[in-house]
Nanobody, 126 residues
């Protein structure tokens, strides 16, 4: 699956952004999609994931603020980010998560992935 992320930008703390990830390839409607992020001088980290059936998982720091969603008809996954904080500043990436990795929990460790899209910059000012 190839992906193209969009929707990033600069926003003040407390503001909102909605990221989009357009995916190409077969079986989008049956796969697991996830969002990850990498802040300056930090390791890439898991943010959110959503199965084809609508099950969601979130990093604790974004629960109740971020919402992952998907439109299978458009092969697109979204990340709605509300109440943004300066510590949310990062490059955000989306990717397909192999089903086996999802059930094993390996998806929580971004170092398992060897291919990423170009990502999208999100900057939150204080």
């Amino acid at each position: 699956v190839q992906v193209v992320e969009s929707g990033g930008g600069l926003v003040q703390a407390g503001g909102s952004l909605r990221l989009s990830c357009a995916a190409s390839g077969a079986n989008f409607d049956t796969n697991v999609m996830g969002w990850y992020r990498q802040a300056p001088e930090k390791q890439r980290e898991f943010v959110a994931a959503m199965t084809s059936g609508g099950r969601t998982n979130y990093q604790d720091s974004v629960k109740a603020r971020f919402t992952i969603d998907r439109d299978n008809a458009k092969n697109t996954v979204y990340l709605q980010m509300n109440s943004l904080k300066p510590e949310d500043t990062a490059v955000y990436y989306c990717t397909e998560i192999p089903l086996s990795w999802y059930y094993s929990g390996s998806y929580l460790y971004p170092e398992h992935f060897n291919s990423w899209g170009q990502g999208v910059q999100v900057s939150v000012s204080s």
